[in-house]
């Protein structure tokens, strides 16, 4: 077990117990990003949505030079779309 990687969390309802492994106590957080997905301990979903957003828009800017060539077939800018940017 990694020590400095775990942390804790609770929901709001219940008081976070301090866990302490090898006399380290382990941080208590309030979000954590796990499998890809952000959860929150209110149960909210709007940092996740707006992250994912901030992503997807991330990477069509990288990849703008591309979608918006003209030299560029419209089948293939919808690939790099379709296999690139929808899937973050």
Not at 2 to 15: D, E, G, H
Not at 69 to 86: A, H, S
């Amino acid at each position: 077990m990694n020590k400095a990687k775990t942390k804790t969390m609770s929901s709001n309802i219940a008081q976070a117990p301090k866990i302490e492994v090898e006399n380290e106590e382990l941080e208590t957080v309030q979000h954590y990003i796990y499998l890809g997905q952000m959860i929150q301990n209110n149960g909210s979903q709007e940092k996740e949505l707006k992250r994912r957003v901030t992503m997807a828009w991330s990477k069509f800017g990288k990849l703008s030079k591309y979608l918006q060539d003209t030299k560029f077939p419209l089948c293939l800018k919808k690939k790099i779309f379709t296999q690139c940017v929808l899937p973050t």
